[in-house]
């Protein structure tokens, strides 16, 4: 099993609809992370928790909201989704010391039409 | 406000050549430097991991070097093959201010390795 894993892979969802993507750890990282990529804008952080109770906005956390349930996921919804929302979004983990390197999972493909 | 900057923007080359990939970054506060590989619509898997205390880094045909003082990183990749083929991102984790730990990532350069 990845020790990143994110669901679903891959998703399209019409604008207005709220969807949740989720994401997994056993890699026993304290922080989570969630990214999206766009072409040309490359990754950019949207909101990030060094553990369950301390969650943070990011460069572009407006339209997003998230839920760390426990230290192992960390969930990103869109809360009316639209179109220009459509992107790769990466979860992320990393310990807690600053000297260690970032987990990326695999990613979802998310599509608003 | 820390910004990565990736050259060349792609690159193509036949199979077997030594190749240079560039990066640069313009606040040299950072604790460390990751080189990631993308293939096309998947995730980012880490390739190397240079600490600001470091020169460089290897891994098999990869080897990654720091100079955080000037703000530059090469990863230099020999004996290329098609299957190196992909798009190569550079990251760098901030130490300073209100970034403290924080990734910035170059746009990436994209690799073609032709047989």
Redesign the interface.
């Known amino acids: 099993d990845a020790d990143v894993t994110q669901t679903p892979r891959n998703r399209i969802t019409k604008t207005g609809k709220r969807i949740m993507l989720e994401c997994s750890q056993t890699k026993g990282h304290d922080r989570m992370y969630w990214y999206r990529q766009d072409p040309g804008l490359g990754l950019r952080l949207i909101y990030y928790s060094f553990d369950v109770k301390d969650i943070n906005k990011g460069e572009i956390s407006d339209g997003y909201s998230v839920s760390r349930q426990a230290q192992a996921k960390f969930s990103l919804s869109l809360e009316s989704a639209i179109p220009n929302q459509t992107a790769l979004y990466f979860c992320a983990t990393r310990l807690g010391f600053p000297n260690y390197g970032y987990t990326f999972g695999s990613g979802t493909r998310l599509t608003v039409v | 406000k820390q910004e990565v900057t990736q050259i060349p923007a792609a690159l193509s080359v036949p199979e077997g050549e030594n190749l240079v990939l560039n990066c640069s970054f313009t606040d040299s506060a950072i604790?460390?430097l990751?080189w990631?590989r993308q293939d096309p619509?998947?995730?980012?898997?880490?390739l190397l991991?240079i600490?600001s205390s470091q020169r460089e880094q290897t891994s098999g045909r990869l080897n990654a070097s720091l100079d955080k003082s000037s703000g530059r990183s090469t990863l230099y990749i020999a004996a290329s093959q098609p299957g190196d083929s992909a798009t190569y991102?550079c990251?760098v984790?901030n130490?300073g201010g209100t970034s403290y730990?924080?990734?910035t990532?170059?746009?990436?350069t994209i690799l073609t390795v032709h047989p």
């Open positions: 604790y460390n990751q990631f619509g998947k995730g980012l898997t880490s991991l600490q991102l990251a984790a130490a730990g924080k990734l990532f170059g746009q990436g």
